[in-house]
C-alpha cells in the first residue's frame, strides 16, 4: 500500500445556476492576456450540448486518453512511437475552429468616425490576425441552447439513445437542461503527463497538483491531444503549453482556488483524499464495467491506523491527514455515495466529482388534478392542460426516476460509463433526502413514508441531516478544508538540501552561488 494526498473537487450539479462568475474569476486572473485570449480553463456548459471544445467528448476524434488493449493501457492517440509518426502532422490535434477564434472589436471606429448620416460600427477583428472576421464561434456560444439542432441534438452523450428517444428529449414540453461546469480534473493516471515527449508536464506529490514546466515545454502539443477533457492548451503566442494550476498560490496559502472562491452557487467542495497509488494501474486497467467501483476502491479510509501509518511513511503531515478526515468530498464520494466522476472510461481516473442532477428527473410526465392547489393557493396556482410537477406523494417512492421525461441513459454516458444503475442509485439517495426533508419542513409526506425512503436508499436519519448540512447550510470553511502547505518537506522528497541548510539571505541564487565575495 502506498498512501498518496490528492486534492479533490465535487460539483454539485443541482445548485448550479449557469452565471459562469466562476469561469470570469479565472479568466481575469489567470487567462487575460496574449496568446492566452481562447483559453477557458474554467468553463460551464450546457448538457445537452457540443460542449468546449466542439464535441471534445467524441474520442473517435480527438483521440484523447487511454485505451484497454489485451487488458493493458495504452494512450490513444499519443505517446512516443505515435507522437514521432505525427511529428509533422497530428491529425487528432483540435484546431482553432474548435474553439473559437479569439476577436475584439476596432472601437476606435465609433470614436474617430466622421460625422455623417449613419451610425458607426465597431467590426470585429482577429486577435490573432489583426484582420475583420465573421464571428461563427465564442465563449459559452450554445448557453442555454437544449433544444437546438446544432448543439443539443449533436451532443456525442446521445449515440446510446434510440432517435425516438432523443427526439422525445427535445419536444418543447418535455425539454431539460442542465450545467456542466469543468477544469482540469488532475487525474492519478493523467494522459497528459504520460504523453509528454519533453517531460515538462509533472503531477506535484504533496498534492496531486499536475503543471507544466514552462522551461521545459518544447511546444510539442502531445498534451492537447491526450487529454481526453481538453484542458491543456497550448499559447500561440509564447509557444508552450498551458492549464489550469488549481490555483496552487492561493492553495499554499490556504485559500480556495478563484473559480471555487467566486463561485455564486457554492455548488464547489475541496477536500484531500487519500488513495492507493499502487493500484492506479491495476485500476485504470480494468473492464469499462469495472471502472467505477475499482476507482472508489482505491480512495481509502482516512481514520484506518494502518493507511494513516502508511501516509505518514511517505511524508504526509499530520495536518493533511486531519484535512482528509474533515474532507467533503471524501464524504460526498465515499462516505455518502452521492458523486461520480465524469468519463470514467477515459481511463485517467479523474478526482474532481460530480453530484448528478436530480432536478430534470423529479419533473416527471403525470397527470395530475391541481383543483385543492388553485383552491389554496387561488390565482398564483399554475394550471396545465398537459400538466406535469414534482411528484413526491406517489405510493412507489420512486415513480419519478423511473418515468424520468430526463433519460438516465444520458446522464449515464455523462458519469457511470454508461451503468444506469450507478446513476439511479445517486438519484434514489438524493431523492430519499428530499422526501425526508420535506416531511420535516413542509409535514405533507408522512413520517413512515420518509423512513421508508431513507431506508431504502441505504440512509439513516442522520445521514440524510448531515448531507442537507453540507449541501445548503455549509459554511465556508465546511466546503473548502485546504491543509496548511508543507513546500519544505516536498522539496526535501524530491533532492537534497543539506547542504543549503546554512545559506540565508542572498547567499544562494539560481546558478553558482559566490559567497564570500
Not at 492506479?280 to 469499462?288: F, L, M, R
Request: with cysteine; hydrophobic share 40%.
Amino acid at each position: 500500500m502506498d498512501i498518496r494526498s490528492q486534492i479533490s473537487m465535487v460539483f454539485h450539479l443541482d445548485k448550479c445556476i449557469g452565471c459562469h462568475t466562476c469561469s470570469v474569476a479565472c479568466k481575469n486572473i489567470w487567462t487575460d492576456r496574449k496568446g492566452a485570449e481562447y483559453m477557458w480553463w474554467n468553463n460551464v456548459e450546457t448538457k445537452p450540448g457540443t460542449g468546449y471544445p466542439t464535441k471534445w467528448e467524441d474520442q473517435s476524434i480527438y483521440k484523447g486518453g487511454w485505451e484497454n488493449v489485451g487488458g493493458a493501457i495504452s494512450l490513444k492517440g499519443a505517446g512516443k512511437q505515435k507522437g514521432l509518426l505525427n511529428i509533422f502532422h497530428n491529425p487528432n490535434m483540435p484546431v482553432i475552429d474548435d474553439y473559437y477564434e479569439p476577436f475584439t472589436y476596432k472601437y476606435l471606429d465609433l470614436i474617430e468616425a466622421p460625422a455623417g448620416d449613419d451610425q458607426p460600427t465597431a467590426r470585429p477583428v482577429s486577435l490573432i490576425t489583426g484582420k475583420p472576421i465573421d464571428i461563427k464561434m465564442g465563449p459559452n456560444w450554445d448557453d442555454d441552447l437544449s433544444g437546438t439542432p446544432d448543439y443539443a441534438r449533436n451532443d456525442p452523450n446521445l449515440k446510446n439513445l434510440s432517435r425516438a428517444e432523443q427526439e422525445a428529449m427535445f419536444q418543447l414540453e418535455r425539454m431539460a437542461f442542465f450545467y456542466l461546469p469543468r477544469i482540469c480534473n488532475h487525474c492519478l493516471n493523467p494522459a497528459c503527463v504520460a504523453s509528454c515527449p519533453s517531460g515538462a508536464i509533472y503531477k506535484r506529490g504533496e498534492d496531486g497538483v499536475v503543471l507544466i514546466n514552462q522551461d521545459v515545454c518544447r511546444a510539442w502539443r502531445m498534451c492537447v491531444t491526450a487529454c481526453p477533457y481538453k484542458k491543456t492548451y497550448y499559447n500561440w503566442h509564447t509557444g508552450k503549453s498551458e492549464k489550469c494550476i488549481l490555483c496552487y498560490p492561493r492553495i499554499e496559502a490556504g485559500l480556495a482556488p478563484a473559480c471555487m472562491h467566486s463561485c455564486v452557487g457554492r455548488i464547489r467542495y475541496l477536500g484531500v483524499i487519500l488513495y492507493d497509488a499502487d493500484r492506479i494501474h491495476e485500476v485504470a486497467s480494468v473492464p469499462e464495467k469495472d471502472l467505477i467501483e475499482h476507482h472508489m476502491s482505491m480512495l481509502m479510509d482516512p481514520f484506518d491506523p494502518e493507511v494513516i501509518a502508511s501516509a505518514k511513511a511517505n511524508g504526509i503531515a499530520d495536518s493533511t491527514i486531519h484535512a482528509a478526515q474533515n474532507s467533503p468530498t471524501y464524504k460526498f464520494v465515499k462516505e455518502w455515495g452521492l458523486a461520480l466522476p465524469l468519463h470514467a472510461e477515459f481511463r485517467t481516473l479523474p478526482m474532481l466529482f460530480y453530484v448528478p442532477p436530480l432536478l430534470p428527473v423529479m419533473a416527471t410526465v403525470k397527470e395530475v388534478n391541481n383543483t385543492e392547489q388553485t383552491a389554496k393557493f387561488g390565482s398564483i396556482a399554475k394550471i396545465w392542460d398537459d400538466n406535469w410537477l414534482y411528484d413526491t406523494s406517489t405510493d412507489e417512492l420512486w415513480g419519478a426516476i423511473d418515468k424520468a421525461r430526463f433519460p438516465l441513459k444520458y446522464l449515464a454516458n455523462l458519469f457511470s460509463a454508461g451503468d444506469e444503475g450507478m446513476v439511479k442509485d445517486r438519484l434514489k439517495r438524493l431523492w430519499a433526502i428530499r422526501i425526508y426533508r420535506r416531511w420535516k419542513t413542509v409535514g405533507d409526506i408522512s413520517e413512515q413514508k420518509a423512513n421508508d425512503a431513507l431506508k431504502a436508499a441505504g440512509y439513516t436519519p442522520e445521514m440524510a441531516d448531515a448531507v442537507y448540512q453540507l449541501t445548503s447550510l455549509a459554511k465556508f470553511d465546511d466546503r473548502f478544508v485546504i491543509p496548511a502547505a508543507h513546500r519544505e518537506h516536498a522539496i526535501e522528497m524530491l533532492e537534497f538540501t543539506g547542504d543549503r541548510r546554512g545559506e540565508v539571505g542572498f547567499g544562494f541564487k539560481e546558478g553558482t552561488a559566490q559567497r564570500g565575495l
